[in-house]
């Protein structure tokens, strides 16, 4: 669902406004957190969705990976699983769901967290994903909130992945056209939440249906800074631009972009298809961190030496007109 | 003509279906059938990247955008014969039709103007804008060779409302002089809505021409 149709309905529910709620309903962010006691605090999410390749154990490993992510983003470490499945039993051979359920398992062992049961429900389309606790500090809760002018920009993963999946459901790109987008979808950013937490980083989010910019936006308004990008340093998947010429572009990414219209302010030269891309919806995308200046070269030192990537694309300025600015050449 | 009936489908169907038929029969006039934005959209971009001139009538919910073969961008050379023209903006309604084959048959061949900013030359921004509106006259009446005008930055101003020159840039379209303002500078000046003359580009396809141009004339 786009960010603006979401943003008025939430905007409709009761506010849940205990002291134990750290993070909740009240400010757009990654998951939810609630303190049980100084030293704890509880980090829960789910997410789930229906499948972007055709490989089943592939997609299960994909959505796991996704739904994680929004633990990582909160700085946190994630504890324990439960399956969440739409699936048409009646219709589909049931070693499909057998090889999704695989996949996401195997994820989760890979994240160190256990995985506790789970419910299925009989669907026309398969979907599937997690529900997912699990813990941090309280007094280290990374947040949509915390970005401070100075800060520099880090992204984990390059963009494209919603036009490539597009591309390869549409037959247009083969299997191995398409394996730098799916390693990059089932590459947890776990080491990269890891490495924030030791380096004291304040501020990040996880980048997925709203697009690069969508949740950039986010997390700019919610630290009230702007973020300005350089284009020049965002990095693509291989064959995204290509696509995004083609015009194989979701829906999905022209709800960003109307919702982002009046919020985003670009300079220079800026090709439309990166345009596009800045506002592609990502599956299991990459971490965007704020860090500050005199740790950012140790961040993507320690990123590097564990053989994850990291970018600077941009830094945190103060908020004058537009929240988002990008630079081009 | 080809037609491509896309309504109802989801995306990214209308553009393999188009790209499908354009790609079968690249000599063609197409017609894409489509009932979404997104699908118009995804569609104009894919057969802009193909190199053929997209034009959109609206009627309705629907969107029925004639797909006109042109240069093929990085394509075959027997594509050089075909037209290369198709003024008016991609999104305003369509208006007709001109090829020029007694100036260019091809983009390649020919002369590209960029105008970077609405005033000629630096110095007096004054004086700059007179002599934009006496170049644009002398250009209109002697437009050989030229086969586009492209705007940039503060230059998309001379093809919006309120400039002075519209009825020069009317006349070159006429004589086939295809007119292109840059989406991104359209968009920044929030001009999208008062563009007056000639289409709206993208820097891909703006790149493209320059690279192509047998010559480039710079302001």
Known sequence: MGPGALESILNQLPRFDHPEVLVGLGTPDDAGVYQLNPELALIQTVDFFTPVVDDPYIFGQIAATNSLSDIYAMGGKPLTALNIVCFPVSCLDIQVLADILKGGAEVVRRAGAVLLGGHTVEDSEPKYGLAVTGIVHPERVITNRGARIGDVLVLTKPLGTGVIVTALKGGVIKDSEAQPAIDSMVRLNRVAAECMQELGVRAATDITGFGFLGHAYEMALGSEVAFEFGIEGIPWLPVARDMARMGLIPAGAYTNQQYLADKVAFTGRVGEDERDLLFDPQTSGGLLIAVSENRVEELLHRLQAQGEFAWVVGRVIKLEKMPIVICGR | ?219
């Open chain 2, 1 to 219: 003509m080809r037609e491509v009936d896309a309504r109802g489908l989801d995306c990214p169907q209308p553009v393999i279906l188009t790209r499908k038929a354009f790609l079968e029969a690249p000599g063609e006039t197409l017609l894409v059938i489509v009932d979404n934005q997104v699908a118009r959209d995804n569609v104009l971009k894919m057969t802009q990247s193909l190199g053929g001139s997209p034009e959109v009538e609206q009627s309705g919910d629907e969107f029925r955008i004639y797909v006109r073969p042109g240069e093929v961008i990085g394509g075959s050379e027997g594509a050089a014969t075909t037209p290369v023209r198709s003024p008016g903006s991609i999104y305003g309604s369509s208006t007709s039709f001109h090829s020029s084959p007694a100036i260019m048959s091809t983009v390649g061949n020919g002369t590209v103007v960029l105008l970077k900013s609405a005033a000629l030359g630096q110095g007096s921004e004054e004086l700059g804008r007179v002599l934009m509106k006496s170049f644009l006259y002398t250009l209109r009446e002697s437009p050989e060779g030229i086969t586009t005008v492209i705007c940039l930055n503060s230059g998309v101003y001379l093809t919006c409302e309120g400039s002075d020159s519209l009825e020069h840039f009317e006349s070159l379209e006429k004589e086939g002089v295809e007119i292109l303002s840059c989406g991104t500078c359209l968009d920044f000046f929030n001009l999208k809505n008062s563009l007056k003359v000639g289409k709206v580009s993208n820097m891909y396809s703006i790149l493209e021409l320059l690279q192509r141009a047998s010559k480039v004339i710079a302001f």
